[in-house]
T-cell receptor, first 108, second 113 residues
């Protein structure tokens, strides 16, 4: 069964701290995966895309990794800011299968 | 990247009524997608809207309940018909942007009472 599972479901961290969000997928065929940020009441916005041949990609304070062998991806946020509070969604683009998201709350 | 204007942003509707959600794109796109995001759930694809042909619905979604119009390459509507409280959800449209992925509308938060 094609699935995208994310963990943790929710996460609370203090401003300035780092955090890592996980995404496991069992989707085939697979060629690329995207991480989206969804602010409350808004549509998702793309953060980064990972193709099956890429291991790491950075976009500012966001760094995504991909291990196509274990079918895992992670999103690492460095030096978190209050504006990082949002849901982060992992999507396997080939079949448009969305993970349930991780809700991140950054407190001062 | 494309800019999508989605309306309304939110609405509270009586059960049994219908609501039509609009998405206007600032550029021509061949495909538009409609999603539902129920509370605490992931985005679920409802249907793919192609200009000049009937929409393609995903399993569990039917045209009678979610009729879609796509009169041109920049506009689409999704109607949620004969609403019940179970239809309370966020509805989003999106368009593919090639290597940039998908651009989403800002969403319509629907509450059915």
């Amino acid at each position: 069964k094609n699935q995208v599972e994310q963990s943790p479901q929710s996460l609370i961290i203090l401003e300035g701290k780092n955090c890592t969000l996980q995404c496991n997928y069992t989707v085939s065929p697979f060629s690329n995966l995207r991480w989206y940020k969804q602010d409350t009441g808004r549509g998702p916005v793309s953060l980064t895309i990972m193709t099956f041949s890429e291991n790491t990609k950075s976009n500012g304070r966001y760094t995504a990794t991909l291990d196509a062998d274990t079918k895992q991806s992670s999103l690492h946020i460095t030096a978190s800011q209050l504006s990082d509070s949002a849901s982060y969604i992992c999507v396997v683009v080939d079949k448009l299968i969305f993970g349930t998201g991780t809700r991140l709350q950054v407190f001062p | 990247s494309a800019v999508i204007s989605q309306k309304p942003s939110r609405d509270i509707c009586q059960r049994g009524t219908s609501l039509t959600i609009q998405c206007q794109v600032d550029s021509q796109v061949t495909m538009m997608f409609w999603y539902r995001q129920q509370p605490g759930q992931s985005l679920t694809l409802i249907a793919t809207a192609n200009q000049g042909s009937e929409a393609t619905y995903e399993s569990g979604f039917v045209i009678d309940k979610f009729p879609i119009s796509r009169p041109n390459l920049t506009f689409s509507t999704l109607t949620v018909s004969n609403m019940s409280p179970e239809d309370s959800s966020i509805y989003l449209c999106s368009v593919p942007q090639g290597a940039r992925g998908y651009t989403f509308g800002s969403g319509t938060r629907l509450t059915v009472v």
